[in-house]
């Protein structure tokens, strides 16, 4: 079995999804796409060893140079000790550094660096040929009624994180 493979083609399912077979295919499906998804991203990156978070976070600088890591944390919607792991990660690369501010020394503020800058640009191009080589692939039929279904499961999901509750309440990236 390659390493793209998915690693588990026949999931032990719920009871509940038991006799319905369109179900069923439709998770798998979903799982495939989740797992793959994740492998192909990771091996364009700039660093394929990086944390999602790393790379979200260079975004986030070379929109934002200058951040706090309080406005990281909450942008990302990670948690403070995360978000400074990975920033020490991202300085032990030699993509950020940290300062404090020079108005209010309990504030930390994060640059990027000219090498932090290389690593966004390159980890930008490869997602955005990703992109354009995965989704934008589709006609523009097939985008929309996977963006309409998308969108129905992450309302479904929403619902069963909030229940009777309003989507915006529930962080959707």
Known sequence: MND??????????PPAVDGDPATVQAFQAFGRVFHLHRQALKRRVSNPHAHH?????LRLLARSDGMSQ??????LHLSRPRVTSILQALEES?????EADPQDQRVTRVFLTSEGHRQEEQNREAFEEYVR??????????KLELVRILDQVSANIAELLCPSSQESEVRVP
């Open 4 to 13: 793209l493979a998915f690693p588990h083609p026949d999931p032990v399912l």
């Open 53 to 57: 978070g790393e790379l979200f976070c």
């Open 70 to 75: 309080r406005d990281l944390a909450d942008t």
């Open 94 to 98: 030699g993509a950020v550094r940290r």
């Open 133 to 142: 080589s995965t989704i934008g692939a589709l006609n523009e039929a097939d």
